[in-house]
């Protein structure tokens, strides 16, 4: 059984840190790309962030400018998003996801992705 499972998320002031992470079962993961996405209420979901199988490579959504890092650890499965300089507007839901092409490059778009976690909330007050 496929699992991807966030957790991390939180309500934090603007200005904060969180760290996601998303721990990865049941399917490959060392040889597949790792995606961050999101969706805020009433709008679509976004691309956040996408890391190439060895983590080489990092691709992140305009919106982010420096304030996101993602990682990954193929040793534990997990894949992390670090969040700095929370602003109000990053409220949403997080949802990870795992690639669908083994060791391809970036994939930018949710099509790429063919597993997806339950998500988890952040909320970032003003």
């Known amino acids: 059984q496929v699992q991807l499972v966030e957790s991390g998320g939180g309500f934090v002031q603007a200005g904060g840190s969180l760290r996601l992470s998303c721990a990865v079962s049941?399917?490959?993961?060392?040889?597949?790309?790792m995606g961050w996405f999101r969706q805020a209420p009433g709008k679509e979901r976004e691309f956040v962030a996408t890391?190439?199988?060895?983590?080489?490579?990092?691709s992140y959504g305009d919106f982010v400018k420096g304030r996101f890092t993602i990682s990954r650890d193929n040793a534990k499965h997990t894949v992390y998003l670090q969040m700095d300089s929370l602003k109000p507007e990053d409220t949403a839901i997080y949802y990870c996801?795992?690639?669908?092409?083994?060791?391809?490059?970036?994939?930018?778009?949710?099509?790429?992705?063919?597993?997806w976690g339950e998500g988890t909330q952040v909320t970032i007050s003003s």
């Open positions: 049941g399917r490959g993961f060392s040889s597949y790309a």
């Open positions: 996801a795992a690639g669908k092409t083994p060791y391809g490059g970036i994939v930018a778009v949710a099509t790429g992705y063919n597993d």
């Open positions: 890391i190439t199988w060895s983590g080489g490579s990092t």
